[in-house]
């Protein structure tokens, strides 16, 4: 079993700053990518930033210049610094990893129970 942990969210003013983490833990034999996906109400989940075990990430447009992802793979964690926030930025985060938990396995996807990020306007 394989246990996503996130932490970071809360309500901040338009322009303020915010961190997500999401510590992974658990049978892992090898992370394949980590990442954030995003699903505000009404809408479908969307894909906010990647980063796989090789440090490429990618971003969604609309958080381009202003969100970096990064990763430490020794602590199997995930880190999103949001910059520049704004109210269209308010959605739940999950944290999502493409991981095997046995070296002959296919990877599966496990994600994160979300945490709410809230901007006020």
């Known amino acids: 079993q394989v246990q996503l942990v996130e932490s970071g969210g809360g309500l901040v003013q338009a322009g303020g700053s915010l961190r997500l983490s999401c510590a992974a833990s658990g049978t892992i034999f090898s992370i394949h990518s980590m990442g954030w996906y995003r699903q505000a109400p009404g809408k479908q989940r969307e894909l906010v930033a990647t980063?796989?075990?090789?440090?490429?990430?990618n971003y969604a447009d609309s958080v381009k210049g202003r969100f970096t992802i990064s990763a430490d793979n020794a602590k199997n964690t995930v880190y999103l610094q949001m910059n520049s926030l704004k109210p269209e930025d308010t959605a739940v985060y999950y944290c999502?990893?493409?991981?095997?938990?046995?070296?002959?396995?296919?990877?599966?996807?496990?994600w994160g129970q979300g945490t709410q990020v809230t901007v006020s306007s």
């Open positions: 999502n990893i493409l991981a095997t938990t046995r070296w002959f396995d296919k990877p599966n996807e496990y």
């Open positions: 980063v796989t075990s090789g440090g490429t990430t």
